[in-house]
Nanobody
Framework: QVQLVESGGGLVQAGGSLRLSCAAS????????MGWFRQVPGKEREFVAA????????YYTDSVKGRFTISRANTKNTVWLQMNTLKPEDTGVYYC????????????????????WGQGTQVTVSS
């Protein structure tokens, strides 16, 4: 059983930056594909970014490409999401997720493809 704890959310003005962290425990972190999702009230959880277990390959939703960077350190059991040039539409609760399986040909972008979730951290971008 993997436990995930996010941190780093907050209130920032448009154009600003935030760095989210997700600390994992209770499992073999280096075996998991890690992902970040976000959710706003009344909408489904939305895929943001993912990184393979080795950290050598990443994938982003189109709306954050060039602005967000996902990274990980398996020696620290931690994954980060660096968010730059934030926009009001980036507002939401950001969740860290871990998948015990992976596909060799594509990244998992659906919430039900991930096995473990953190409690979420709120990101609010003001205009």
């Amino acid at each position: 059983q993997v436990q995930l704890v996010e941190s780093g959310g907050g209130l920032v003005q448009a154009g600003g930056s935030l760095r989210l962290s997700c600390a994992a425990s209770g499992g073999t972190f280096s075996r998991y594909t890690m992902g970040w999702f976000r959710q706003v009230p009344g909408k489904e959880r939305e895929f943001v970014a993912a990184i393979r277990a080795t950290g050598f390959s990443t994938y982003y939703t189109d709306s954050v490409k060039g602005r967000f960077t996902i990274s990980r350190a398996n020696t620290k059991n931690t994954v980060w999401l660096q968010m730059n040039t934030l926009k009001p539409e980036d507002t939401g609760v950001y969740y860290c997720a871990a998948s015990a399986t992976s596909s060799p040909t594509n990244f998992f972008t659906r919430a039900n493809e991930y096995d473990y979730w953190g409690q979420g951290t709120q990101v609010t971008v003001s205009s």
